[in-house]
């Protein structure tokens, strides 16, 4: 932990230059005078790490900051992670970093403010009733957000792994565009690795089996995590639902027989009321449902993800809604519930640190 925290933290300038951006050390004055000294008033949100405040500074812009619970080794490792990786990656679909600060146990990220918050709001939180997602929106929100994995997986040197994608962690600008947040929990692969063996952290309903099981983590678990943000998108429904008192069902275990079915006006969410473009909700569904397979091996890679949402191969298309997997009579997959073994409410979704299947890591 130590290196990884001096790699970013540890320079002598207190200001750094990436691609014409910059980021830089907040002192906690200024922070606390940014926040009205993080006032409950001004708490936009909360996750496993801790608070997330608005805040406005001397210059008029706004951020959001991020401030570290209670100090520990684990909250410190997850502040350097995240320091370290957002420092050094630019896109337009991922949240940008504004700097930090590190004052004796106090631990805070500092963000751009991103006004419409997260997806999760307006799928089912404080945002839902005001129905803001209109067809066009979420489509792009997919693609962005989309991209963004695409760049983490593809562009980023090292690659990297989220290992949190979810509808919280997806942010909304003030033009609705996708921005993927919060790497606490990614990690860099090493060049040649196919896949690291950790610990697992992630949420529940998004975890893909294999990373779930054995903690098998590589870019085709954010693959799986991303299937299910798709059709959380396209349905408006949550990633794992009560049905009964005594049963709960996936969205991927709703959604399959359905695609299957050629009955995608079904999946659709209600509150769309029936304004979207069907071939994209076809393309969207179907894609997700590739995503969200089971078989790491079958699932596609996150830039085949954004050819197929873009939709401008007829033949991918056509070889994606040939797939084994939409056959009607092939076998449903594997029950992939049995090891979930609770549900949580999204705005205080559990995550996950199983102890078991810790092998190698390499932070
Ligand atoms: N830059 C931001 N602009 C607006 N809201 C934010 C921002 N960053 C975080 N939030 C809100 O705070 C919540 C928790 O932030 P997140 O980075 O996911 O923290 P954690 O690591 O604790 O999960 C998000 O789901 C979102 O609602
Ligand atoms: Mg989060």
Not at 122 to 137: A, M, P, V, Y
Not at 250 to 267: I, S
Not at 276 to 291: D, F, G, I, S
Request: charged share 30%; aromatic share 8%.
């Amino acid at each position: 932990m130590a290196s990884c925290f001096k790699l970013c933290c540890g320079r002598d300038s207190d200001r750094k230059e990436q691609k014409g951006t910059t980021w830089r050390i907040f002192s906690l004055k200024e922070l606390h005078s940014a926040t009205n000294n993080f006032n409950y008033d001004n708490k936009l949100g909360e996750g496993g790490f801790g608070s997330v405040y608005w805040g406005q500074l001397w210059d008029g812009s706004q951020i959001a900051v991020k401030r570290l619970k209670v100090w520990s080794n684990k909250a410190e490792m997850e502040f350097a992670v995240e320091v370290e990786i957002l420092g050094r990656v630019r896109h337009k679909n991922l949240l940008s970093l504004r700097g930090y600060c590190a004052e004796g146990q106090e631990r805070l990220i500092v963000y751009d403010y991103m006004p419409n918050l997260s997806l999760l709001s307006h799928l089912h939180g404080q945002h839902s009733s005001e129905s803001l997602l209109d067809w066009s929106r979420r489509m792009k929100i997919a693609l962005g957000s989309a991209d963004g994995i695409s760049y983490l997986h593809h562009h980023a040197t090292p690659h990297i792994i989220h290992r949190d994608i979810k509808a919280s962690n997806v942010l909304l600008d003030s033009d609705f565009q996708a921005r993927v947040a919060d790497f606490g929990f990614a990690k860099f692969i090493p060049d040649g690795a196919t896949h690291v063996t950790t610990r697992v952290k992630g949420t529940l309903g998004y975890l893909a089996p294999e990373y779930a099981m054995f903690g098998k983590a590589s870019e085709s678990c954010d693959v799986y995590s991303f299937g299910i943000l798709l059709l959380e998108i396209a349905s408006g429904k949550k990633p794992i639902e009560k049905v009964n008192s005594t049963t709960k069902r996936t969205v991927t275990d709703w959604a399959l027989p359905l695609a299957r079915e050629k009955r995608f006006d079904e999946v659709a969410d209600p509150k769309l009321s029936g304004k979207y473009v069907q071939e994209e909700l076809k393309r969207v569904v179907l894609v997700a449902l590739v995503c969200a397979q089971s078989q790491p091996e079958k699932r596609p890679t996150m830039l085949e993800v954004v050819e197929l949402l873009k939709g401008e191969s007829k033949e991918k298309l056509s070889t994606l809604e040939n797939d084994e997997l939409f056959k009607v009579d092939s076998p449903l997959q594997e029950d992939s519930s049995e090891f979930i073994s609770e549900e949580k409410d999204p705005k205080e979704a559990k995550q996950v640190a199983a102890s078991g299947g810790e092998v190698t890591d390499v932070s």
